[in-house]
């Protein structure tokens, strides 16, 4: 919040458990076992953030995240941070829960992806994109979407 010129403030958690954040700011929070990261941004740009451990992703946990047409995805853990990161920066606008099969993942290495809404959510109509970045370093995947 200094970064923005505002003072410190309390971001209190909605009954839903995502943050509330003071009025003309729109953030992400995200944690792993070892790491914790928060982002700000001025309102109403998008922002979406994912950390996870840099492991595998259990097989079992393929078939939950990826969409058939994603099932040949050279790395489904990034698959599964990617659509983390778009689902909590599309969050704050539809207010709406959905599963892994409505966002498909384009990978574009070295550092980049594409998140494709594959049904209309609120505002983001079928087709609609949200890009993202991600990052590997100290034993973590990170993913980031921005709009």
């Known amino acids: 919040m200094a970064e923005l010129g505002l003072p410190p403030q309390a ?12 009025p003309g700011l729109a953030g992400s929070i995200t944690h792993s076992a070892t790491a914790c990261l928060a982002a700000l941004t001025r309102a109403p ?10 492991a595998p992703l259990p097989e079992e946990m393929h078939s939950l995240v990826l969409r058939p047409d994603e099932r040949d995805c050279p790395d489904p853990l990034l698959a599964f941070s990617a659509k983390e990161a778009a689902y909590k920066a599309q969050y704050p606008v539809t207010r709406t829960l959905f599963g892994f099969e409505v966002m498909q993942i384009r990978i574009d290495p070295p550092d980049r ?35």
């Open 45 to 54: 740009r998008l922002l979406g953030l994912d950390i996870e451990p840099d």
């Open 11 to 22: 971001v209190p958690a909605a009954p839903d458990r995502s943050p509330l954040w003071p």
């Open 113 to 147: 992806f594409t998140a494709i809404f594959r049904e209309s959510i609120g505002p983001f109509a079928e087709g609609s994109r949200l890009e993202g970045r991600y990052a590997r370093a100290g034993g973590h995947l990170l993913t980031v979407v921005t709009g």
